[in-house]
């Protein structure tokens, strides 16, 4: 049994670990770029946010450093894992934002950080003040950590999969969608499979031992496989996002948000398989780590 949940776990993380192509790997097509927006531009970039006055990156280098304060209060509890990537996978996006000409709108992506932050961090406190109150995917996701009995890997997919599937295509429409848009959302997949080896590395490093078992880093295929499984996330997500916009009345907008938690918090509970005894193992692996050196 135990067998047959470490490779499944691998197949769906490596199905979630994009890539780019390298020596000895398929080429990447990059499919999604071809598929041209159904909507027109919608929504103008403010100024400013309550969180950041002004748009620009340093917003972006301040939410980092808040998910690395989170991650170091939650120490060894399971939320860690995932506030953790999403500190390492910011600091990633802070670097392409400074690189010139790789974003066609740095601004659109700025906005789209801080409101993404507003989302986990909303999350992340609904949970503590009210659980009953918690949106499904996330719901099922703090269940899993607060239980204990899952490997690093899911723990990481449980928080990637509700602030993707769950929060994106609400943040991706308060953003907005159009032509000019889409081609710096899709090449947010460079900067996710930039920071990949990191986070992989990270949780093996400090929270599951078990995660160079359950993810491999040795098969060019299963990068293959990653890029193709995250491409088709994401587009699902700018899909949903038009779907939001395009809602002529409340009740469609409604139907449309149903179908987005419903999908969430469906692939949520797939991912959330204990692994009775587990969580005890990994954990005091994990406060081994934390130990101050002697």
């Not at 740095?106 to 609904?126: K, T």
């Amino acid at each position: 049994m135990k067998r047959r949940l470490g490779v499944a776990l691998a197949l769906v993380f490596v199905g979630l670990s994009p890539a780019v192509a390298r020596a000895g790997e398929p080429v990447n097509v990059p499919w999604e770029s071809l598929l041209p927006p159904l909507g027109k531009n919608v929504g103008a970039l403010p100024r400013g946010l309550p969180e950041c006055r002004h748009l620009r990156v340093a917003c972006v280098e301040r939410a980092a450093r808040r998910f690395g304060r989170l991650a170091d209060r939650y120490g060894c509890d399971h939320r860690a894992v995932f506030a953790r990537n999403y500190q390492l996978l910011t600091q990633v996006l802070v670097r392409y934002l400074r690189t010139p000409g790789f974003f066609d709108d740095p601004r659109y992506i700025e906005f789209e950080a801080v409101l993404f932050e507003r989302a986990y961090l909303a999350a992340m406190r609904i949970w503590d003040q009210d659980p009953m109150r918690e949106p499904g995917a996330w719901s099922v996701a703090l269940q899993a950590w607060r239980q204990g009995d899952t490997y690093g890997l899911q723990d990481l997919l449980l928080g990637i999969n509700a602030h993707v599937q769950r929060d994106m295509p609400f943040v991706v429409a308060a953003a907005g969608v159009g032509a000019r848009r889409k081609p710096d959302h899709d090449r947010m997949n460079l900067v996710l499979d930039a920071a990949y080896e990191s986070i992989v590395r990270m949780v093996g490093d400090d929270f599951d031992p078990s995660t160079t078992v359950l993810a491999p880093s040795f098969l060019p295929t299963d990068d293959y496989m990653g890029l193709e499984l995250v491409k088709g996330w994401r587009e699902g997500v700018w899909r949903n996002a038009e779907r939001l916009l395009d809602a002529k009345t409340e009740a469609e907008r409604q139907q449309v948000t149903a179908q987005i938690e419903q999908n969430a918090e469906a692939q949520a509970r797939i991912m959330a398989i204990a692994t009775p005894g587990w969580g005890a193992q990994r954990d005091a692996y994990c406060r081994s780590k934390l130990q101050p050196a002697k």
